[in-house]
Each structure stands twice: as structure tokens, then as C-alpha cells.
């Protein structure tokens, strides 16, 4: 047999020739042209060639929706159209892009597309959280893709490790940062020491948070996130009302220096750990010991960690966030929906999702860092320690920074119920001697 070379590559004669298999052309339409629209456009348009050089697919813009007609765009104004429902029903459209945001009009748009037989690719990770059953289900009726690689961590592959690569594993555990603005703010408070509003300011000035950026600092972002994530884990669908959910807005800069002493940082983690009573959702600050790899990641970079008893720990990082890596996993999506459509066949659902109960978070056991204002005098502690005894919460370590009137204790605690830390902190903010607790932040990581 003989051979030759095309660049990198060497074939058999009788293999098979790129060059000479027909390229099989499909017609796009995007509902969203802002960041992450109109980077995917443009891509279509200038690597198009380079697209179909790589996957054999030949893919044609044919009408991206906006909602401002006169913007600047990243790609030619002939392609633009004000109706999201003409880009749906487009006789030539054979697939369709979903990155407008929000609940409505995007989930009447999906069901549209669906309902023609037309995959579906978004990122809307609100909408899948509030809605993805539902949404799921039709495409599943339909025979047709809903694919949603860019739901989460933006450019980093997961979802489709989650659902595909890892479907015969048991997840036990995802936690990871999921939200690239929170990461930026608790950086820049953590190296520079800053407090959280000049840090959100210069998260806003660079580009890295939105000018309102509340579902980002609440927490709300993350929790859909930690929502999708949990079910494609656990193949059990868990809403975004069932996520516990804290922000980082009340964090003070001065627990991430007191963190930093105990040998901690703190980020915003999103975790799901699945248990015999259903698996348990949360997002919320945590102190994170600082040789942990979460812990090492800084800026707008996500991390995420998967858990299996086959696989033992896999780490995904990248970019969380931007249109480039976003405007990448949808294209991703684009071409795999591509070869699926054209070859003609239903599509089987990648991810099913069982009916069942999810662990209310008052019942998961927690390690709590808290800060308390206390008088500085003898018995204090033992008090302090009596208090926690009665709830069953156990102390793992003490410190105490200050003398004088009053003292700021610091205290780490073992693992125990999240009721029981909560109880043990309402009696300690009735104690005399305790003249405030000023911060109580979970501990991810710090031992038994």
C-alpha cells in the first residue's frame, strides 16, 4: 500500500481524502449579537474556510437577531434582523444559536426551533436552570440536539465530559469556581488588600463585571450553574430554588487577611455532593486551605473538580468567561449538531434526568470559620467553647489577634450539621461576653 503526506498527516492510499469528500453546507441563525453573538459570527464568517478544511461541515450565517439595529457589530450589517421569531422560522436556518439571555422571549424561541425540528445550541444557563425539563423533553420528542456546552465555564470543555466521556462514572462530588466576576473581585481583595466596592469597581472598569453586576455577587449565576451542573452529575434534575445560595458582597477584607494568616483563601465555590438522601446543592464564600489547586486560582479563571470512585479527582480550568473561549464551546456545539442533523437520524438525549429528592442543606455537614468581638478577660473561651458543646460543633483551632477591652477571636471548627453551627451562632450572639460575630464563612477542605 502506499502512502502520502499532506502536511502533519500521512494516509493510505484508499483512506480517506478531506479534499475529496463533499462538504455538507448547513445554515445558521444566531438570536443574540453582543459579546458572545457576535464573536461566533464573526468566526463563521472569517474561519469559515478553516471550519470546513477541519470538520467537513460548511457553515453559512444566514441572520442574527439584536435587539439595537444601529449598534457597531462585529460582522457585516446585511445579516442583521430585529424579530428573533423570522431568524426561527427562516426557511433556510437549519439550526439555531441561542445566546439572547434571560427567561423570555428565549424559552418561546427554543421550543420554536424545536417544534421545526431545528437544533438548538445556548448558553442561557438561567434558562436551562428554570427550565431545562421541560426544554429537554421536547428535543428529546423531536429527535433533535440541545446542546449547552457554554452553560458553564464558558470556554473550558464540561459539559460534554459530564454527560458523555464520564456517563458510566458515579460522581460523587462537583465544586469548583463558576463565576469569573466573583473570582476577579476576590482577588484583587485577597492580593491588594482592598475593600469589596473598590474591588467590584475595578471589576466593572476592566470589563470583568456587568454595571449591574447583582447576579454575579449574589451568588444567583453560580447557583444556576451548580444546578446544571448537579444534575448532568447526579442524573437528577435539581431547579435553582433548591440551591442554597450566599454571595460575596458582605465579605470584609479584613477576613481575607485574617485567612491568609491561617493559611486559607477564600473564594465563591459552587458544590454538589450526592448522598443517600438525595444530593445537596450549595453556593456560597469559603475559606480554602491555600496549597489546595482551587485555591491557585485567580482572576476571572474558573475551576472545576470532579469526584468518582473510578477516576479519582479531575481538575477543568480555564477562562470562565469572554466572548473568544464562550464564542469556541458554542461552535463546538454548533459543528456536533451539525453532523448530527445532516446525518439524518433522531438524536437519542445525551442526559435523562430522574425524579427524586434533593438533601435540604440545614442537614449537610459544614466546617465554619467565624470571627467574634469578645471581651478580653479570663473564662471567655470556655463560655465561648460550652456554647458550641451544647450544639455538638467542636473546635478545631483557636486564635486571638488584639488585647485590651476587646479581642477578635478566630475559630475554625470541625465538621458538624449546618442546623447545629447555626444554633450554637444564635446563642453566641445572646452571650454577654461576645460583643459581636462579625463573620461566619464555611471551611471547604481543612480536614476531618
Do not use: C
Not at 473564594?267 to 482551587?294: C, F, I
Not at 476571572?300 to 464562550?326: D, K, Q
Not at 453551627?421 to 464555611?442: F, G, M, S
Amino acid at each position: 500500500m502506499t502512502t502520502w503526506s499532506s502536511g502533519a498527516f500521512t494516509f493510505a492510499e484508499g483512506y480517506l481524502n478531506a479534499s475529496t469528500i463533499p462538504a455538507m453546507e448547513i445554515g445558521v441563525g444566531i438570536l443574540g449579537g453582543g459579546t458572545v453573538g457576535g464573536e461566533l459570527a464573526r468566526r463563521m464568517l472569517e474561519d469559515r474556510e478553516a471550519i470546513l478544511a477541519k470538520s467537513g461541515i460548511d457553515l453559512r450565517l444566514r441572520a442574527v437577531a439584536v435587539r439595537e439595529l444601529d449598534k457597531p457589530r462585529l460582522f457585516p450589517s446585511r445579516y442583521i434582523v430585529d424579530r428573533p421569531d423570522l431568524v426561527v422560522s427562516h426557511p433556510e436556518v437549519d439550526l439555531v444559536v441561542e445566546l439572547m439571555g434571560g427567561v423570555d422571549p428565549a424559552r418561546e424561541m427554543v421550543l420554536s426551533a424545536l417544534d421545526l425540528g431545528k437544533p438548538v445550541i445556548t448558553a442561557n444557563k438561567e434558562l436551562l436552570s428554570l427550565h431545562g425539563p421541560e426544554l429537554f423533553a421536547r428535543a428529546a420528542a423531536k429527535g433533535v440536539s440541545l446542546l449547552f456546552e457554554a452553560a458553564v465555564g464558558g470556554g473550558i470543555p464540561l459539559i460534554r465530559p459530564l454527560s458523555e466521556s464520564l456517563a458510566g462514572e458515579r460522581i460523587e462530588r462537583v465544586m469548583g469556581i463558576v463565576n469569573g466576576t466573583t473570582n476577579f473581585i476576590l482577588t484583587a481583595m485577597d492580593s491588594e488588600g482592598i475593600p469589596y466596592q473598590e474591588a467590584l469597581a475595578d471589576a466593572q472598569r476592566l470589563g470583568y463585571a456587568e454595571a449591574n453586576p447583582t447576579a454575579d455577587v449574589s451568588g444567583s449565576d453560580a447557583a444556576a450553574k451548580a444546578a446544571i451542573l448537579a444534575g448532568l452529575a447526579f442524573g437528577r434534575w435539581v431547579s435553582i430554588e433548591q440551591v442554597h445560595t450566599e454571595g460575596i458582597a458582605d465579605l470584609a477584607s479584613q477576613d481575607l487577611g485574617f485567612a491568609r494568616q491561617l493559611g486559607y483563601t477564600i473564594k465563591l465555590l459552587a458544590v454538589a455532593e450526592t448522598s443517600p438522601h438525595g444530593p445537596a446543592v450549595r453556593v456560597h464564600p469559603a475559606l480554602v486551605p491555600a496549597d489546595h489547586p482551587l485555591a491557585l486560582i485567580r482572576g476571572a479563571n474558573n475551576g472545576v473538580f470532579l469526584e468518582g470512585p473510578s477516576i479519582g479527582e479531575l481538575l477543568f480550568l480555564g477562562p470562565g468567561a469572554g466572548g473568544e473561549p464562550t464564542a469556541t464551546a458554542v461552535l463546538g456545539d454548533v459543528i456536533l449538531a451539525s453532523r448530527e442533523f445532516l446525518a439524518g437520524t433522531k438524536v437519542a438525549p445525551r442526559v435523562r434526568f430522574g425524579n427524586g429528592d434533593v438533601r435540604d442543606f440545614s442537614e449537610v455537614e459544614t466546617q465554619w470559620y467565624l470571627r467574634l468581638e469578645v471581651r478580653d478577660r479570663p473564662g471567655v473561651l470556655a463560655r465561648i467553647a460550652a456554647v458550641f458543646g451544647i450544639h455538638e460543633v467542636s473546635i478545631m483551632s483557636v486564635w486571638q489577634d488584639g488585647r485590651g477591652d476587646y479581642a477578635t477571636l478566630l475559630l475554625v471548627t470541625h465538621h458538624a450539621r449546618e442546623t447545629n453551627h447555626r444554633a450554637a451562632v444564635k446563642d453566641l450572639e445572646a452571650l454577654e461576653v461576645v460583643r459581636q460575630v462579625a463573620a461566619t464563612i464555611r471551611v471547604v477542605g481543612a480536614g476531618p
